[in-house]
């Protein structure tokens, strides 16, 4: 990623918190953001190196650290500019590290909340 380039991703506290008890574990970590297979549209965390990314994957930026990458046509099929991600309760039903501790992680787009608002507004 251009170092001009602002990151795309940004964590809540809690989502950070639980990124570092996770590096604590495991070391490094990489986030791709599922487009549907596995865990939904949730964002999955694996040991760095786990998950091979190819030419059609796009680095939107990294949190606590890590890298966070989804899949290109995934991007701007869902036409958000920004996400934010964050934790909840619960284990997710794919393959992300912090589901064996009964959680998972969730993302959201500012962006597509303000679409939303200004939509439901006219």
Known sequence: MDADQPSRVVA??????????????????????????????????FREGELLLGPNDLLLGEIAGCSFSIDVEQYERWRWPSFVVDVAPGAGTG????????????????????????????
């Open 12 to 45: 809540t506290d809690a989502a950070i918190a639980e990124i570092e008890r996770l590096k604590e574990t495991y070391g490094p970590l990489a986030f791709f953001q599922s487009g549907g297979c596995c865990d939904g549209s949730s964002p999955m965390c």
């Open 95 to 122: 393959m992300s590290l912090e589901g064996l501790d009964d959680l998972h992680f969730v993302v959201t787009s500012p962006s597509a909340a303000d679409r939303c608002s200004s939509s439901s507004s006219t």
